[in-house]
């Protein structure tokens, strides 16, 4: 196998280790790059065969911030092997930064962790890195692997329903992790929000979306991870600026509706973990004719210790429940498609390219907008400024 680069050796960097191992790398296939020597000790400990690099220790002994890093690190590693493929999972203030350095120094095949950046300007560096050099760059939006969404999305393809109205309830405790973060709105409102959005444009063009939305900023960020996170990367925000809960009223034009109304309430101090989804679906003939209401519940922890998905389907006219659950790993299963298409193959239609992981980048960047102005309306989208979003599972 050729041979791949993990920038980021944290909780989702070692996911991906773990998998990249599963499908069939070696150990001395992949190449480990962390800021942190404290992480890329830990790793080299568990995983001898990789190679392992700390930017700021005495393999590179560059600053990740400085113009030439990867360029110092290709050149003490890479030298004439062309490595092509890498996967970002650094903490997102990074993103644009790593994704610009690998696009600039050859790699052509990068899967970032969500979201692509903290906010346009991040994913505008992405957007003019990647039309210098034709690296391919996707984005890790692992919901939309989920079985329960794409037997939602067949069956409204079947029945020709559309989406008119939904919600979300999306969060956990993350109140002491020990790891920093920038923020629920920026890395863990998106999730719920893409599921919504790619429901959205099934059966009906996205033409418009407004936001409104306020923020909460309460204490829940471990302030001495949060502190060395900044130190080690100045961009990274302090923890009094760092976002806890995100509430949102979002309002989408389509072909066939004037107003899909959405609402989103995205939390890192909700008490236990909740990935909920639930949409009204009408028929697209008739948007005015409700014809089920879909729940949707990600992530849960079944009886026998699996992880599962689980999908409620209730028949409006007569109350009628059905329910579906089905085991899955979705991480596996993306990881599994990014490989394919660095491979030649064709994209998988789950897969989250740039131009469709922009959206929660715009998305995100309203809100805050929103709140800054106290909640007022913010457009996040204009099909007559970009292209029309058009995502089906
Ligand atoms: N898809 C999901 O369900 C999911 C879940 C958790 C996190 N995430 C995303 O994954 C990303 C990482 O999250 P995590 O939980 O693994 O965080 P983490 O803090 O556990 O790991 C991030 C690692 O990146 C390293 N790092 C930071 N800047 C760097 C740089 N410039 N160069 C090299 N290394 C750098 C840090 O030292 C750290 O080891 C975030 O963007 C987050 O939003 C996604």
New binding site residues.
């Given amino acids: 196998m050729k041979k791949i680069i993990i ?7 070692l996911v991906y280790l773990k998998n990249l191992l599963t499908l069939g790398y070696q150990e001395s296939e992949i190449v480990g ?4 020597s404290a ?1 890329t000790k830990t790793i080299k400990e568990q995983f001898p065969g990789i190679t392992v690099l700390n ?1 700021l220790g005495e393999q590179i002994n560059v600053s ?1 911030y400085a113009d030439d890093a990867y360029e110092a690190v290709f050149a003490s590693v890479f030298a004439g092997e062309g490595i092509s493929t890498a996967i970002v ?4 203030p ?2 644009h ?2 994704i610009a350095d690998l696009a600039d120094n050859g790699v052509k095949h990068i899967f970032c ?3 692509l950046g903290m906010n346009i300007e991040a994913a505008n560096i992405i957007r003019d890195a990647i039309a210098r050099t034709g690296t391919k760059v996707y984005a ?1 939006f ?1 919901i939309n692997f989920s079985p329960v969404l794409a037997d939602l999305t067949e069956l409204m393809k079947n029945e020709n329903l559309i989406l008119t109205e939904g919600h979300v309830v999306w969060g956990k405790n993350r109140f002491g992790n020990n ?2 973060t920038p923020g629920d709105l920026e ?1 863990e409102s998106v ?1 719920g929000v893409g599921v919504l959005h790619m429901l959205a444009g099934i059966n009906q063009t996205i033409q418009g979306i407004n936001v409104s939305g306020r923020l909460t900023f309460s204490k829940y960020v471990d302030e001495v991870v949060q502190a060395k ?1 900044q130190a ?2 100045p961009t990274f925000p302090a923890a009094d600026a760092v976002n806890s809960s995100s509430m949102i009223i979002e309002q989408v034009v389509t072909d066939r509706c004037e107003c899909l109304t959405f609402g989103i309430h995205s939390s890192y101090i909700m008490g236990v973990q909740r990935r909920e989804v639930g949409v009204l679906l009408c028929s697209a003939d008739d948007p005015r004719k409700p014809v089920y209401y879909a729940g949707m519940e990600f992530d849960i922890r079944t009886a026998d210790g699996k992880i599962s998905d689980r999908l409620t389907l209730t028949k409006i006219e007569n109350n009628s429940v059905e329910v579906t659950e089905k085991a899955c790993n979705k ?1 596996m299963e993306e990881t599994r498609a990014f490989l394919a298409v660095a491979d030649g193959q064709a994209k998988d239609p789950r897969s989250t390219d740039f131009a469709e992981a922009l959206m929660a980048v715009r998305f995100s960047d309203s809100v805050l907008r929103s709140h800054m102005n106290g909640g007022d309306v913010v457009e996040v989208y204009n099909m007559t400024d970009a292209k029309p979003l058009l995502k089906v599972a």
Avoid: F, W, Y
């Avoid at 790059?33 to 942190?36: A, K, N, V, Y």
């Fill in positions: 920038v980021g050796l944290g909780q989702m960097g790059i962390d800021i942190d992480k930017h990740p999972c650094t903490n997102t990074s993103h930064r790593v962790e969500k979201p890790a692992l790891r920093p890395d999730h996170a080690l990367d991480i």
